[in-house]
């Protein structure tokens, strides 16, 4: 009688240990599923970004905006001005 006791106290404390340790995995695999899926919209964003660096930074819209934003232009003849080569010393 005392051995079935025994036996059927540690059936029992078996099949709740058996619960608790699903429950903790289901638990943890719905934590890892959500974190790798803010791992997916971090790339995403960061891939949109870089596609939005790279529009942004293109030489024609930043010429657009040295011109209308900076009041910007191209030199002409008269704005520009030639200087000599420098003189080459000789070896002294």
């Given at each position: 009688?005392?051995?079935?006791?025994?036996?059927?106290?540690?059936?029992?404390?078996?099949?709740?240990?058996?619960?608790?340790?699903?429950?903790?995995?289901?638990?943890?695999?719905t934590e890892l599923e959500g974190e790798r899926n803010k791992g997916l919209q971090i790339q995403q964003e960061h891939a949109r970004l870089v596609t939005e660096k790279s529009t942004l930074s293109t030489p024609s819209r930043i010429e657009q905006l040295a011109i209308k934003k900076l009041g910007m232009e191209y030199p002409?003849?008269?704005?520009?001005?030639?200087?000599?080569?420098?003189?080459v010393r000789g070896n002294q």
């Open positions: 009688m005392k051995l079935a006791l025994i036996l059927f106290v540690l059936l029992i404390t078996s099949a709740i240990s058996l619960v608790t340790a699903r429950h903790d995995t289901r638990k943890l695999v002409n003849s008269k704005d520009t001005i030639l200087l000599p080569p420098p003189l």
